[in-house]
């Protein structure tokens, strides 16, 4: 392949949604719940996407709709050029999809479990005897492939989990909170081999993912809230949404110091992150001063005042109370 054609080939768009739509019967009150509200997303070749959101954001039943498990209610969706409705199971052939209750065989080795999944996915003997080896080598698996899968730390359960899904060679994964419950060494090993998968192999990677840190590996981020997208954009791009400059305050009265800070000039937002408070004001050099003296005007100690630069984190909540704030607004204005 020539390197215009390889070019031409990693800005193909690889999953692609226009105003894909799902709603379901609530259990608990009238009517439906929307779970998936016009989404519009394109995800590039070789790209990475990661979608934030809160429980019941939409998160996954988007991964559903994009493998054809549930039918939209509107919109279209494809996966590599393919109709997630008319056209799943050629979907199905060139992905894979790792939910959040992937089940390993506990019973059977690691090396039986990635036999069993190859022959799931129709490998031929020379296909397994090829690749099988090459995933245990890559998933560092190799010493443990006789060990039962149940006797497994999470961590490397993850990771056969990995390898299994692998072993087709998809060109796109879904990954739906992969490493949910792991341990932030293990979280940190299972992205460095999603890392060096898309590098070699430019594989697509849509993951859905509730830590921040992981969320800024990605290319791009996707917020949602409540169905709908609000933001998707690179990491650094996401940051920047933040209002004016960061403060971190830690005083000795927290709820106390919050409902005082907010009430000061200049300030646009507060957040509590344990025994801090993290202050958006229009100005450092104008409120931090300001802050401290009215908090310990008030006989609250203030450890310290000092700049930080915003994180993922705080970006998310941002934009999450701005998005709801303006919801509100229009529910207002219309009733």
């Not at 209610?73 to 939910?99: C, K, N, S, W």
């Not at 090459?134 to 730390?153: N, P, T, V």
């Not at 009265?253 to 800070?261: F, I, Q, S």
């Amino acid at each position: 392949m020539s390197g215009r054609e390889n070019d031409t080939r990693m800005n193909e768009s690889v999953i692609e949604t226009r105003g894909l739509c799902k709603s379901f019967v609530s259990r608990q009150k009238e009517g439906k719940i929307q779970a998936v509200d016009g989404l519009d997303i394109v995800v590039q070749r070789g790209e990475t996407l990661g979608l934030l959101g809160a429980d019941g954001a939409g998160k996954t039943t988007t991964l559903r709709l994009l493998n054809g498990l549930l039918r939209p209610d509107r919109g279209v969706a494809r996966v590599m050029g393919f109709d997630t409705v008319r056209e799943f199971r050629q979907i199905h052939l060139r992905a894979g999809y790792m939910p959040q209750q992937f089940t390993l065989y506990g019973d059977m080795s690691v090396l039986e479990n990635l036999n069993f999944f190859a022959e799931v996915r129709g490998l031929t003997r020379s296909q397994k005897e090829e690749r099988i080896p090459r995933l245990l080598h890559f998933a560092r698996l190799e010493e443990f492939q006789g060990r039962l899968a149940s006797q497994l730390s999470g961590g490397m359960k993850k990771k056969l989990v990995l390898a299994c899904m692998l072993v087709h060679e998809p060109e796109v994964v879904f990954l739906d909170e992969p490493t949910l419950g792991v341990d932030p060494v293990s979280r940190r090993e299972f992205w460095n081999l999603l890392s060096d998968l898309r590098a070699e192999k430019g594989l697509t990677i849509f993951v859905c993912t509730p830590y921040m840190d992981e969320a800024e590996r990605c290319h791009r981020v996707g917020l949602m809230y409540e169905g709908r997208l609000v933001a998707c954009d690179t990491p650094q791009a996401i940051r920047r949404t933040v209002p004016g400059e960061l403060l971190e305050v830690q005083p000795s009265a927290l709820y106390t110091a919050r409902d005082m800070v907010r009430q000061l000039q200049g300030v646009l937002e507060v957040q509590t992150y344990g025994d801090l408070l993290h202050v958006f004001v229009d100005s450092v050099q104008k409120r931090a001063g300001q802050i401290q003296a009215t908090l310990e005007g008030q006989n609250i100690t203030v450890n310290h005042v000092r700049r930080i630069e915003p994180r993922m984190e705080e970006a998310f909540v941002s934009l999450i109370r701005r998005h709801g704030r303006a919801a509100s607004r229009s529910t207002g204005e219309r009733s």
